[in-house]
């Protein structure tokens, strides 16, 4: 059995030394079986812990939530996945989209395959896919954990069809692009890229993501093992609202002033923003705002751990003790140490 300390670890990583949190917990590694492969993912706490299913956004991996775990209540059990296309997970068939339903079953297929009945999520950014599993199965999530989210974004309905055939288009055009040469790149260059690409990161939070986000090739170089195809069919405002209703469990939402805050401050996004904000009051759930950007649950963890580490002590590790079915979820993963 694996334990690890609360501590401030160095680590080397392709020649660079950068600093990773790891957590008093056991720490695993997951595979779970789908039709075309593989969705792995790592796990934190006990057997038997009240289970937390942690979801990336997009582009991200697993990696994102590893500064952020070791902070929070040791007696959950935090199942963090690579979504498909992501980290360590297989990628999908060739000409199989990347739509936030096959988000939705593939979350079915994991919450199946450890044999949950009841456990809570907390999702970053791409929560759209988060959302609409909390609505099309309520009984299953108890409490939902919006990281810099809205769980929502919302078309104007006059261009749902419009942005419909954008994505359409999108979807096609990756199929085009399938038989590019893949371009590989030393760890260096890999790093730098990115950090263009996404500045908001810190270069702590690029090494963590990069540890599952690269695959050493021939000659010692480094390949991004992402699928950047990302389809989105939006809905409309009220469409967005009425969805949002059927939401059963307790739900914390947390914006970065520097984020999606930030982002949907703008006039023409104003509308949308206040009518959620105004719903989720209307059900008193809890809204917090902190300083940071996008990625403040990996970058400033500690900003983001002690309004989690409430909302899970108050709304979940309340309540009676419950689950798994069949406790078999160490089945699927194999002791590791947190790299």
């Not at 009051?281 to 917090?288: D, F």
Request: with cysteine; proline share 4%.
């Amino acid at each position: 059995m694996v334990f690890c300390l609360y501590i401030k670890k160095t680590l080397v990583a392709q020649g660079h030394r950068h600093f990773s949190t790891v957590c008093a917990c056991k720490i695993s590694e997951l595979s779970v079986p789908v039709p075309w492969g593989e969705i792995r993912g790592r796990v934190w706490g006990p057997d038997h812990g009240r289970p937390v299913l942690c979801l990336h956004g997009w582009a991200d991996n697993c990696g994102s939530f590893s500064t952020l775990i070791p902070l929070l209540p040791r007696d959950c059990r935090y199942v963090a996945v690579d979504l498909a296309g992501h980290g360590r997970s297989s990628h999908r068939p060739p000409g199989v989209f990347y739509s936030i339903l096959e988000y939705v079953a593939d979350v079915c297929r994991v919450a199946n395959a450890l044999q949950l009945k009841k456990f809570s999520i907390m999702g970053h950014s791409m929560g759209e896919y988060t959302r609409r599993f909390t609505v099309l199965y309520p009984e299953m999530v108890d409490a939902l954990i919006f990281l810099d989210a809205y769980g929502l974004l919302p078309v104007d309905v006059k261009d749902i069809s419009k942005v419909m055939r954008k994505e359409m288009e999108k979807m096609l055009q990756f199929d085009k692009n399938m038989d590019r040469k893949e371009r590989v790149y030393t760890y260096e260059k890999a790093v730098e890229r990115l950090l263009a690409a996404n500045p908001m990161l810190s270069l702590q939070s690029v090494h963590i993501l990069l540890e599952r986000g690269l695959a050493q090739v021939e000659g010692g170089n480094m390949l991004f093992i992402l699928c950047f195809q990302k389809n989105a069919f939006g809905l409309s405002l009220e469409q967005c609202l009425e969805t949002q209703m059927r939401i059963q469990a307790s739900v914390l939402v947390v914006l970065a002033e520097d984020g999606f805050h930030k982002i949907f401050s703008e006039p023409s996004l104003k509308k949308f923003t206040s009518a959620f904000l105004q719903s989720l009051q209307h059900r008193n759930h809890t809204v917090v705002t902190v300083p940071g950007d996008h990625h403040v649950h990996l970058n400033n963890p500690e900003l983001v751990a002690p309004l989690v580490s409430d909302f899970l002590r108050t709304k979940v590790c309340a309540g009676e003790s419950y689950c798994l079915d069949g406790g078999c979820l160490t089945d699927l993963t194999e002791e590791t140490e947190a790299r």
